[in-house]
């Protein structure tokens, strides 16, 4: 099963990309994971990126296309996988196409976790996150055990860089004009499925689960 989470940033794709996972024993690909582990370990790559995702940019696609071709070319994703912030320009989604119609396949489902821009930039200052293993956590909807201790790693929790709101409002805004195109895109292949993503965070998965099947 090969699946892309589409939404604004804040709007739930990782909680519900590592559910997903989880449920079907497919690997969760988040390119934003990706980049802040690269930033977390000093590497070219994490330099690279970290400059644009400081301001709330997105890292240009030459940089992130080869990257996620080759990440699914892995042996464990042979299967699927659910691909998480990947892809977010027309360009990005056009290179995923044809690199899957060269293996002579393709996207079944984008599922698209639609919450409104009011309620982002709340959720996002409550965010806090693991940058060793990549788990998330909100300090209201989704708390950790011990506070700031990350309970599958044991690492702190940290607010991330590009949490802070006049970024999460640039975020939202790189959003609307580059990313939420693909919703036409998805639609126009015939994959795209709504959630309502304002709702709690099991029954969003419920809604997810009654698309993808038991
Ligand atoms: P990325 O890491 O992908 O960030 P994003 O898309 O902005 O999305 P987020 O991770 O912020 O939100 P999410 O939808 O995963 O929400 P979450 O589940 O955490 O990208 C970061 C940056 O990297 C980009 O800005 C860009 O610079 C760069 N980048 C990455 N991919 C790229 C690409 N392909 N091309 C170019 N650049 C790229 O949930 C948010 C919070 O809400 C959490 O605290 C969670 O616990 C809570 N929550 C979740 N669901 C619910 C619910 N139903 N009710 C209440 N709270 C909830
Ligand atoms: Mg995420």
């Given at each position: ?5 589409l939404g604004a940033p804040g709007a739930g794709k990782g909680t519900q ?176 499925k709504t959630v309502d993503g304002t709702k709690d965070l099991n029954d ?11």
């Open positions: 099963m090969k699946i892309i989470m990309a590592k559910k997903i996972a989880e449920k079907y024993g497919i690997p969760h690909i988040s390119t934003g994971d990706i980049f802040r582990a690269n930033i977390k370990n000093g590497t070219e790559l994490g330099k690279k990126a970290k400059t644009y995702m400081d301001q709330g940019l997105l890292v240009p696609d030459e940089l992130t296309c080869d990257l996620v071709v080759d990440r699914i070319g892995q042996p464990d994703a042979a299967k699927g996988y659910v691909l998480d912030g990947f892809p977010r320009t027309i360009p990005q989604a056009e290179c995923l196409t044809d690199a899957l119609n060269r293996l002579g396949s393709s996207i079944d489902y984008a599922i698209d976790v639609d919450v409104p821009d009011e309620a982002i930039v709340t959720r996002m200052s409550g965010r806090r996150a693991c940058l060793k293993c990549g788990a998330t956590y909100h300090i209201v909807y989704a708390a950790p055990v011990k506070e700031g201790i990350c309970d599958k790693c044991g690492e702190s929790l940290v607010l991330r860089d590009d949490d802070k709101p006049e970024t999460v409002q640039k975020r939202l805004t790189v959003y609307h004009e580059q990313t939420q195109p693909l919703i036409d895109y998805y639609t126009k292949q015939g994959v795209l969003v998965f419920a809604e997810i689960v009654s698309i993808l099947g038991e």
